[in-house]
């Protein structure tokens, strides 16, 4: 797991582990970028499943509850699959302009 930070973005990258393992290395760092929007980079694993996004649904909501973004980044999945309460987008661009959207929406409050 290699983590980055753009300004209040922290990027997640995963490389080897599986899904699960992920999972509760983020929840156990998850005081270091508690305050930062999250991008999990899934991109250079082989193959994800539906099973494997759905693993992130409750980080992803609890993020949320706390007024930040929370995007999954892999273009191995179909976007019809995926349930609305998680962001899954394919390219890491798309989750920085899902980023910026969102935020513009809570400094309007809408």
Do not use: C
């Amino acid at each position: 797991m290699i983590i980055d930070k753009e300004q209040n973005t922290s990027i997640i990258t995963q490389e080897k582990a599986t899904i699960v393992e992920l999972v509760k290395k983020i929840e156990a760092l998850y005081p270091k970028f508690k305050n930062d929007n999250i991008i999990v980079k899934l991109s250079s694993l082989g193959s994800i499943s539906l099973q494997d996004v759905i693993e992130f649904l409750r980080l992803s909501n609890n993020h949320r509850a706390a007024k930040l973004t929370f995007v999954v980044v892999t273009d191995k999945i179909s976007s019809t699959e995926i349930p609305e309460e998680i962001v899954v987008v394919p390219t890491v661009k798309e989750a920085f302009d899902i980023i910026e959207m969102e935020e513009m929406e809570r400094d309007l409050e809408l």
